[in-house]
């Protein structure tokens, strides 16, 4: 049994991070420091700011690092002079050196977005929608040198709704991701340090998501058509051409699973508040818009502008 908070590091990036940081400082853990990418051009105007994280942290007064290489001799003293319990890693962004996964004297702790061993890799939210997957969840693994391939301590499972796209299963996952850090922190205290070995069985990769892989292929069927569209939802967006400028698409349902209805890309009309597209088999409904340029618009506000009926989109 362990009295007191744990002395740990945390290392995350972007908005998912968000739940699991406030949990732990919330829950009076002894956040030691902060790691998290360096500032970038972020948002349409590509203004230098900061990560989430890094904003949260300095609201709470923690020290903050945002190394360049995590190899840097200095880099990993300065850790390790923090003598930390644990080492928490939340969309961090980057594959940790095994010298600094050999600093905390518990370990390391991952919360990564899938049931590992499905959807290894950085953008497993994605995936889940893109591969039509009904059901998603959160693992805490313990972490290793190899990819999202570490013991489990703690899964929780999450089902994917019709309606769901990346952004609002990103919410829903952060949340019990945090939930899930903080029971595993109590089992900790208790003594309860569970490492349940990954199956070799079901093993699958979510690699980063390309330009090439956004533009969508409307030869496909209507349900994969609209994975790729939810998935992508709201960033970084599936697209289309259209009269050569891009056309991304968003809030996608499936319309009709089967038959060829028209050429695949006809614009069917506006149904129910989207625009029907035709597919390959069957057809999506889209229900926003949003030309290069211009505003994201719910599909009857675009069509006020644009004549897009019976037009193909490439």
Known sequence: MKQGPWRLIFMGTPQFALPSLEALLSSGEEVLAVVTQPDRPRGRGQQVSPAPVKELALAWNLPVLQPQRLKDPAL??????????????????????????????????????????????????????????????????????????????LQERVPILEEDSAGTLLVKLAEHGATLLVQALEKLRRGEAIRKPQPQEGVTY???????????????????????????????????????????????????????LAAPGTVLGLVNQGVEIACGQGSVLVKELQLAGHKRLTAAEFLRGQALAKQVLD
């Open 206 to 260: 979510a690699p980063p998501i390309t330009r090439e892989m956004r533009r969508l292929n409307w030869q496909q069927p209507a349900r994969e058509v609209a994975g790729w569209i939810r998935g992508l939802d709201p960033t970084p967006g599936a697209y289309a051409l259209w009269q050569g400028k891009v056309l991304k698409l968003f809030e996608a349902r499936l319309k009709k699973s089967a038959g060829k």
């Open 76 to 153: 990993v003293q300065r850790l390790a002079d923090l003598q930390p319990e644990l080492l928490v890693v939340v969309a961090y962004g980057r594959i940790l050196t095994q010298e600094l996964l050999a600093l905390p004297s518990v370990g390391p702790l991952n919360v990564h977005a899938s049931l590992l061993p499905r959807h290894r890799g950085a953008a497993p939210i994605n995936w889940a929608l893109i591969r039509g997957d009904r059901e998603t969840g959160v693992s805490l693994q313990w972490m290793e040198p190899e990819l999202d391939a570490g013991a489990i301590f």
